[in-house]
């Protein structure tokens, strides 16, 4: 959020998230450099609809993070969970950035489904005022979440020691990791589309880019966790932590045919591909529904490709059903592509979790 934005020391990347908590440590480059990516679940009970509801209980863990990993740094900077955030692209009328300032709050409560006195808002300019007509439109993208929501976030990081230097959005954070340049001014009409989804523990993100640009980006319920729990309802006899090692052991196949052998015997893989089906259509009918969307408000485009980020991107499989879907090139997410440094341990073993802190650290990275 604005009032947050200040210059600062070299900061790291904090996520916290519905079951981890992660923290990115870059040393300041072009590129910058890997320094340490760590992570520690998130107590339970401690979030509800990915924000935090008991701020000691998170600050006491993410502490303990800090210390066992050798972290020293104070400053951090940090992202507002997903369904807690409203993101919107909108067209207005020409004008210098100063008169935005004044003009932004009263266009974005159209757009905003909170009391616009309750909220913290951003917004970033898409377009520069001297390439646009005097008489036409600028297209800006406006952010915001509920004050009381920042707010205990804030605490949890001062209660482990940290203090707030930037508040972003996770979804601007991913782009940022993957799509180095997304979301900053210019009008790249020829460049590169792609479609990045992030998919989180408890909800996911659908992102549009263009190039340096921002097309869109949506929040929607479908997440990895819903893959876990459909299983759980299939077996009805099973916890959550079983339930979530059936889903990591097997494949989904291309088409949601046979699911591969493995994992418990006493899961039959035809049980469990009838389980994940109808989370993995209502993923893809999301996806297209967005898509349809924008080419009714925006016009028609073509997309080159697709990205799978966070911890649902490691669903072995889920790339190629995904892709023949949607009938698109699909990758899963490679954020230390845009570093220096072989990440270890857990950041080398759950890359595109880390998608987010490490685009909130490459924002906190100090190039003087």
Do not use: C
Request: proline share 7%.
């Amino acid at each position: 959020m604005s009032y947050l934005r200040k210059s600062q020391p070299t900061a790291i990347g904090v996520e916290i998230g519905t079951s981890s908590i992660k923290v990115v440590a870059l040393q300041p480059g072009n590129p910058p450099t890997l320094q340490q990516a760590v992570m520690t679940p998130t107590p339970i009970g401690s979030m509800r609809d990915g924000a935090v509801v008991e701020p000691q209980a998170v600050a006491n863990e993410l502490k303990a993070l800090l210390s066992a990993s050798g972290i020293t740094a104070r400053h951090a900077v940090t992202a507002m969970p997903n369904q807690a955030a409203v993101t919107r692209n909108i067209m207005v009328p020409r004008m210098e950035r100063k008169e935005l300032d004044d003009a932004i709050r009263w266009e974005a409560e159209r757009y905003i489904p909170y009391p616009i006195d309750e909220v913290s808002m951003d917004y970033d300019l898409l377009d520069d005022p001297k390439t646009v007509p005097e008489d036409g439109q600028m297209e800006v993208v406006i952010a915001a979440v509920p004050t009381e929501v920042v707010m205990r976030h804030i605490e949890t990081l001062r209660l482990a020691g940290l203090e707030p230097t930037v508040v972003d959005l996770k979804s601007f954070a991913a782009l940022r990791a993957l799509l180095p340049g997304a979301g900053s001014e210019g009008n790249v009409k020829d460049a590169e589309v792609v479609l990045v989804l992030e998919i989180g523990a408890s909800s996911s993100v659908i992102g549009l880019v263009r190039g340096n640009r921002l097309l869109m980006s949506r929040n929607v319920n479908v997440s990895a966790d819903s893959f876990t729990i459909a299983i759980q309802q299939s077996f009805g006899d099973l916890d959550f932590g079983t339930a979530e090692s059936v889903k990591t052991g097997y494949v989904v196949p291309s088409g949601m045919g046979a699911v591969a052998e493995g994992g418990d015997l006493r899961f039959s893989p035809t049980r469990v591909s009838e389980a994940l089906r109808p989370v993995l259509i209502e993923m893809i009918t999301e996806v297209r529904r967005s898509l349809e969307f924008y080419r009714v408000q925006s016009g028609d485009l073509v997309i080159d490709r697709v990205i799978l980020a966070g911890g649902g991107a490691h669903l072995s499989g889920l790339a190629p059903a995904v892709g023949e879907a949607l009938g698109l090139p699909v990758e899963v997410a490679s954020p230390w592509a845009n570093v220096q440094g072989n990440p270890t341990g857990s950041a080398a073993e759950h890359g595109p979790e880390f998608t987010v802190p490490l685009g909130l650290a490459m924002r906190g990275v100090n190039y003087g």
